[in-house]
């Protein structure tokens, strides 16, 4: 199998869209969250996305399959929030590992599944690595600016922990994003390069931040270019943004990030902005209209989805970008 530092060079990789738009469509229980597995758990679990690995697998091998019938490149796996850290807030920390390791095996699975269809489309899975619900940067308390809920050291000790997990299960690697705090992001790498060192392997490394709003900044402060330079000491496959912003709206960050950086760019926007009740209302073709405005502008190689997308969003992506080249990265 062609490897994806081979595949980005030929042509424009497309990611899947939105885990969560795709679990809400289930209406899942609270017994449905829990499962067996968890059937008398002690606290309240409908929410946690991530368990539905373990307790609902085969609702999850279903998005991944619709999202490569799609047209994806490269699955994510169900492991957003699947940190020590995140996982406090349902009390499941002890259950990190087999949360990450059998995401990483359902996406594997039936990424495999695709590849033997295909193999002139090789598939690949990216173990998904969200951000955690604190912040390294940032006080949570107004009256004490100097207090921090999170250490980096704790933030590298979990998200080492996930990493290796990920890859145990089979992740091909590893994407670092919706980043609000670029020195949380660091400490996921940092644990990242030790894994790397440990193992003595390498592994392709996705990072893809967050802009917040409207000023064009991370939520810790950082424009495009200081967060593209903040991280560039690691060696990673791609950076890019997602999240936060519709296709259009990102636009202008991309292009920072296009002209300034030696490495491949990804994108994956929300189908547009919220509505009122949260809900996201940008059809395919709309967003995909959007996007043929990076394909003219050549700024990406990695295009995909995040809140609101679903396959149909995939799928107009897809067909849209097999008319392009990627970005040609200068040396």
């Given amino acids: 199998m062609s490897t994806i530092q081979e595949e980005i060079?030929?042509?424009?990789?497309?990611?899947?869209?939105?885990?969560?738009?795709?679990?809400?469509?289930?209406?899942?229980?609270?017994?449905?969250?829990?499962?067996?597995?968890?059937?008398?758990?002690?606290?309240?679990?409908?929410?946690?996305n991530d368990m539905l690995s373990l307790t609902q697998p085969e609702a999850i091998k279903e998005i991944h399959r619709k999202y490569l019938e799609a047209g994806a490149d490269i699955i994510e796996t169900n492991t957003f929030s699947g940190t020590t850290i995140a996982m406090a807030d349902y009390e499941m920390e002890d259950y990190v590992y087999e949360l990450n390791f059998q995401s990483a095996k359902i996406a594997k699975e039936v990424a495999q599944e695709f590849t033997l269809k295909n193999p002139l489309k090789p598939r690949f899975v990216a173990g998904s690595i969200g951000p955690t619900n604190k912040t390294a940067s940032m006080s949570p308390d107004v009256n004490d600016p100097g207090y921090r809920a999170v250490t980096f050291n704790d933030l590298k000790t979990a998200y080492k922990q996930q990493a290796e997990a990920l890859l145990d299960g089979g992740a091909d690697l590893l994407l670092v994003e919706t980043v609000f705090d670029t020195l949380n992001a660091k400490a996921a790498l940092f644990g990242i390069e030790e894994i790397k060192a440990a193992r003595n392997i390498d592994i392709p490394i996705m990072v893809s931040g967050t802009i917040t709003d409207a000023s064009g900044r991370t939520l810790s402060g950082q424009t495009a270019e200081a967060f593209l330079i903040s991280v560039s000491h690691i060696p990673m496959l791609s950076i890019g943004f997602n999240c936060a912003l519709g296709a259009s709206q990102l636009t202008p960050h991309l292009e920072v990030l296009a002209q300034k950086s030696k490495i491949p760019i990804s994108a994956h926007p929300n189908a547009g902005l919220p509505n009122a009740f949260g809900e996201y209302d940008e059809t395919p073709e709309q967003m995909a209209q959007q996007i043929e405005t990076y394909l003219n502008k050549n700024i990406i190689n990695i295009i995909g989805g995040c809140c609101g997308t679903t396959p149909a969003h995939i799928k107009a992506i897809a067909d849209l970008v097999k008319n392009y080249k990627p970005r040609v990265i200068s040396v």
């Fill in 9 to 48: 060079k030929k042509r424009i990789l497309v990611l899947d869209g939105a885990m969560g738009t795709m679990i809400q469509q289930y209406k899942f229980t609270e017994e449905d969250y829990r499962g067996e597995q968890f059937k008398n758990f002690h606290v309240s679990v409908k929410g946690n």
